[in-house]
């Protein structure tokens, strides 16, 4: 897949996860980074479990604060760094895309089945964060079972092709 074909595999991603989450009247929202229904709030600079994308209020449809504080000529650096919403989405997409190739699958689409996987690779990591002290090294133990959660979400978020 080209990037093109990558972002419009996030679109309709999205739009099939926020059509059912309305539809069943689900309170999370999609991640504007992954496509996926991984956050509780908008805005708030809540981390997506799937793509570590914190949220800004960034969108299609909305700037991010950060780009209205530079329209205001105020540069600050964001809470993703230099990485751009488009960039995100490309990078999900290709980590997801990679997975698929891997299992000769593809990436899962049934909500009810992604929303259950989702809530059980946070409950994964909260019992990590759980033993956590705030003191450990980033090259501890603890760090790295902590970051293979995710891997290990975005590798679960792919099943075999039906």
């Known amino acids: 897949m080209n990037d093109a074909e990558i972002l419009a595999a996030f679109h309709i991603r999205r739009a099939h996860y926020d059509t059912y989450l309305e539809a069943n009247d689900i ?9 996926f229904p991984s956050l509780t709030t908008r805005g708030e600079f809540s981390i997506c479990i799937i ?10 449809n909305a700037d991010s604060i950060l ?19 488009t960039e995100n989405r ?9 997975n698929a190739e891997l299992i ?6 049934d909500p009810a089945r992604v929303l259950k996987t989702i809530a059980f690779y946070k409950q994964r990591r909260d ?6 002290t705030g003191d450990e090294p980033p090259y501890d133990h603890i ?20």
């Open 90 to 98: 490309i990078n999900i997409g290709y980590i997801l895309e990679t």
């Open 127 to 132: 019992e990590i964060e759980d033993r956590m």
């Open 67 to 85: 780009s209205q504080l530079l329209a205001e000529g105020i540069k600050i650096s964001g809470p993703n760094g230099n990485l751009t919403l």
């Open 27 to 35: 309170r999370l929202y999609t991640c504007p980074g992954c496509g």
């Open 51 to 60: 793509c570590f994308w914190e949220d800004d209020g960034q969108d299609d």
């Open 143 to 162: 760090w790295i079972e902590w970051k293979e959660v995710r891997k290990d979400l975005q590798m679960a978020l792919v099943v075999p092709k039906s």
């Open 104 to 109: 000769n699958g593809e990436i899962d689409f």
